[in-house]
């Protein structure tokens, strides 16, 4: 699972940097379709690219290819749209295009694999978890069945900002049973997803985290990158939070770890995600100053 997972991110990576080289070459047009368009081979932006691969280049009628919600934008499409399309620029952008065509496909594929896989293994757990032994014999026991992938993933899935993919990318790093580990801490240790422990003074100062697994720290960041732009949430709120004082990529980091932690108690417990809220640290630091303030009484 491990690398099928892994092989599955290696794609996409080689999917982004197409899509930068695809960019790139839009860039030595100077069509700034990226400024408009979030996302340069959504259905408006990719239809826009077809046709000027077709020989449009008139910016109003390639602007009215715009769907949705870009449509309000035609204005500034017909902008973004104006620049110099050479031959061999056509060239270039039909290469890239059927690369990024061909690693989707290979992405989907892998995907679906994945899918499969995981379904025999988690028939196989049902299968293997039926009682072999007769009611009389049975002895009560507070400890749960292990949790099957399938279900694994649904709890992650419940994390906001979590996708389906980086659920089955983090479970085929860390794996199902979390009682290898005696603890939340030890499991992030492990996964090198914790601040170093730097003391002069007998003070501590901030370090950087230790080399882990470069796949499971992927995954994290982009289960965190997630998070940090859901609604109302306490991730978010925690991200926000953080960037403002640490930066951007120490709070994703931060994030990652606080993800990871957990998903230990989730998959021990057997337990959904519970939401505290985005103004969860608004709201303790209010009964905090309240408790401060009533001890000076």
């Known amino acids: 699972m491990r690398e099928l997972t892994r092989y599955r991110s290696s794609l996409v990576e080689d999917r982004t940097r197409v899509v930068n080289r695809l960019q790139k070459v839009l860039e030595d047009t100077n069509i700034k379709l990226g400024d408009v368009a979030t996302d340069i081979l959504g259905k408006s932006a990719r239809a826009m690219l077809e046709a000027m691969l077709g020989g449009q280049t008139d910016p109003k009628v390639l602007a009215e290819l715009a769907r949705g919600r870009m449509r309000a934008k035609r204005a500034e499409l017909e902008q973004a749209l104006v620049g110099v399309f050479k031959p061999h620029h056509r060239f270039l952008l039909t290469e890239l295009l059927a690369q990024v065509d061909t690693l989707d496909e290979a992405i989907t594929r892998v995907g679906n694999e994945i899918a499969t896989r995981m379904q025999e293994v988690s028939l196989e757990q049902d299968q293997a978890?039926?009682?072999?032994?007769?009611?009389?014999?049975?002895?009560?026991?507070?400890?749960k069945p292990p949790l099957t992938w399938a279900q694994?993933?649904?709890?992650?899935?419940?994390?906001?900002?979590?996708?389906?993919?980086?659920?089955?990318?983090?479970?085929?790093?860390?794996?199902?049973?979390?009682?290898?580990?005696?603890?939340?801490?030890?499991?992030?240790?492990?996964?090198?997803?914790?601040?170093?422990?730097?003391?002069?003074?007998?003070?501590?100062?901030?370090?950087?985290?230790?080399?882990?697994?470069?796949?499971?720290?992927?995954?994290?960041?982009?289960?965190?990158?997630?998070?940090?732009?859901?609604?109302?949430?306490?991730?978010?709120?925690?991200?926000?939070?953080l960037a403002a004082r640490r930066g951007k990529k120490k709070a994703m980091v931060a994030v990652g770890h606080t993800i990871l932690i957990m998903i230990y108690h989730m998959l021990l417990q057997h337990k959904s995600y519970e939401e505290l809220g985005g103004n969860y640290f608004d709201e303790r630091e209010r009964q905090a100053t309240e408790k401060r303030l009533v001890r000076r009484l």
């Open 152 to 241: 694994a993933i649904v709890l992650l899935c419940s994390i906001p900002g979590i996708s389906r993919r980086a659920a089955e990318g983090i479970l085929a790093e860390i794996g199902l049973d979390m009682t290898r580990f005696p603890s939340a801490g030890h499991l992030a240790s492990w996964a090198s997803m914790c601040p170093g422990n730097y003391e002069s003074a007998g003070k501590r100062l901030g370090g950087k985290t230790r080399k882990g697994s470069p796949y499971l720290r992927k995954f994290l960041v982009e289960a965190a990158h997630g998070a940090a732009h859901s609604k109302n949430t306490y991730l978010s709120a925690q991200y926000h939070r």
């Open 129 to 143: 978890e039926q009682p072999a032994s007769s009611p009389e014999t049975e002895v009560e026991t507070d400890e």
